[in-house]
């Protein structure tokens, strides 16, 4: 017979919770417990859940040690989502966490700390009778809806956002036919009545995952993965000067290091687990989940995520997306998949496709593609969608801002069904690199809270630290360029497509000069030396050119013209307004510096590389060229090259990137992740530098090209602070059975 009390205690308390429960059951209680102890580094077996599931009645034993315990959190949150009596027995004073405040707050509870013996196992007897429980010279009763303690019936919040249709009967017929095809190499999860759990699991604080201020590390990848049996997760953590992977097994409560991994981003799992996936230096790499030393696969050049399948491929992406390639496991056989702006690509069993989050569309918005691997024929599936990972339930997971969705989907007729909203508040980042992983077999869920990141306000900061927000709107703010006298502001907003945008700083008004629309993009803005005109990026459908416009006229004109091979970006003045200097990326390198004459019509190279250049700012005497180029391990470093040409100099010594010279020319300024660098500089027929020093510090939000500027006087900088402040994470949250809401 099962027991009908269910006893939730941390083996820390063992000795004392032992005395009690031998009281229960001398007074012919049938109690369940955990004689061993239940403490933070135990996964439940089926039996406790199981145990659980059948008891009429929780205890939960309050205390220090069992508010603190995982798997005690985790035990009344399943008897919380099947309407189970919870019963808190305070074994002392103790707070409840956050967490539990939901399941306990407003019961009626017994302390144990201030009853005899006697007096306590009396007030148990008969609050257990009142609940149904079979407890003898006791009345057992079925409690009133006043008098019973709240059983906390299923909850909409934060935790758990479910909208599902009255159709959803009907769609399970469609959906067990899908699980019971061949094509499901990987065997569905077992339909199961278990309930959904959410906890989270705490991360080093020596390792906390990564933020987006680890540029270019942290920012537009998805730095989390799951295995396909969901047994662990890989983390990119962020440590003092780079990053490094962690992995973490669930059933544990400890994360290990990864040996080997420095400056490792976008993790991915192999089918068996047995191997991670990574990219770091420009290469795609993998290491043994068993130790050893990571091994170089390929190289790969600025990736945005990949996928491996259960054919033995790797399929990714490089350069930013303009490519989808494909190795096999030893990293030979490279092909090119396709030629395309994706990223975070995730291979659909069989391999034959692989779902991409795409920028190839006239909508000039984020999409979740299909792509054909052998004919690199792309279809649209999901518009407003991104990060998309398969479910063996025959589903896709993916994110729209910062919300979770799944939706139906056949890998057989490559057709969607119903979709679903799954969780809200999850952290996503450029391109929608949302931060969250689904164990494609067990369908457990790992997420980081958070936002769509980027939304911000804009904010003076002087050297002194001390912050002045200016007063707009707040937005979701690209790169910033203040005019040459400082009164007005060019900037990029995405509004949801990117735009053009003018701020007038004395009168606040705000105005978009030139809209993105749902057909094209419109950024990267530039003054030219004169006030009254500005050049910026725009793109539509597949060509990235620069053009300039005067404020006066509606109408701009071609400076710069890309094709179909090439994105051309950004265009920095010298003073005089003769020469321009930008960077395009050709297929066959990286991104590259470039001048433009304006009077000769001609262009030259400044610098080409196999690494990427980018974010050109020019000396005041015009004859210096400060740029951000990758180094070693894929960290960014400012050089400085003469704008004549010749050999580029490395200014910043430990990473640095967005470089700009100071208004008097005494010091180049850059950023370091969350550090403002500045660097005295001497300038005749060569530069005489200082020792770097630190202006100010702060998580500002670190947008793609520059995210700051300086005023005309030099004293203050301009900023996007974040609204949101997300910053470092030591938790990362995990939901398990929720995909048995598919089955239910």
Known sequence: MSAEVFVSYSSQDHTQVGKIIDRLRKAGVSVWMDEGGIDAATLWSEAIVEAINESKVLIMMVSKHST???????????????????????????????????????????????????????????????????????????ASASSQAPSHKKRRGRQAQWKLPALISLLLGVLIGWLGTSFLKNPAPAKTTAPILNTVIKLPVEAPFTDSTLMPLGSGRSNIAISHDGAFVV????????????????SQDRAVLIDGTEGAFAPFISPDGQWTGFFAGNKLMKVSMDGGKPQVLTDAVNAYGGSWSETGRIIFSDREGFRLLSVDEKGTNKTLIAKTDSAFPDVLPGGRHVMVTSHNNTQRRFSIDLIDTETGVAKQLIFDAGTPQYLSTGHIVFCRKSELYAVEFSPVTLELGEEYQVQESVRTEDKFASQFAVARNTGTLVYLAGNFGGLGELTWIDRQSNEEPIGFKQKVYGTLDLSPNGDRLLTQVWDPNSSVWLYDLKSKLETK???????????????????????????????????????????????LQGDPDVDIVEGIWTSDGRKCVYFKSPKETASDLWIYDKETKEHSELIATEKTEWGPRISRDDKWVAFTTEKNGGEYEVYVIPISGGIAEQVSLNGGE????????????????????????KASNVLAWGDPYVIFEGNYINAPGHSYDISPDGKRFLVVKEVHEQGDSLELNIITNWSSKFAQ
């Not at 003054?527 to 050049?535: D, L, M, Q, R, V």
């Open 68 to 142: 603190d315990s995982a798997n005690v959190v985790k035990e009344v949150m399943i008897a919380s989502e099947s309407s189970k009596t919870i019963l808190p027995v305070y074994l002392e004073q103790a707070d409840i966490p956050t967490r539990l405040k939901y399941q306990l707050t407003g019961i009626q509870h017994s302390e144990a700390y201030s009853l005899t013996p006697d007096e306590l196992l009396d007030e148990l007897l008969r609050g257990l009778a009142k609940n149904g429980v079979t407890v003898p010279g006791y009345e057992t009763t079925k």
């Open 235 to 250: 983390y990119t953590a962020k440590t003092e000067t780079n990053s490094e992977l962690y992995k973490r097994i669930l």
């Open 513 to 559: 000069i030139e809209s993105g629309g749902s057909d094209g993009f419109k950024g990267w803005p530039r003054w030219h030396p004169y006030e009254e005109s500005f050049t910026f990026g725009s793109r539509k459908e597949n060509l990235h050119e620069v053009l300039t416009r005067n404020l006066e006229k509606p109408a701009a004109s071609k400076l």
């Open 658 to 681: 967005e470089p700009i010279w100071s208004p008097d020319g005494s010091e180049l300024i850059y950023r370091n992740g969350t550090q403002w660098i500045g660097r005295p500089v």
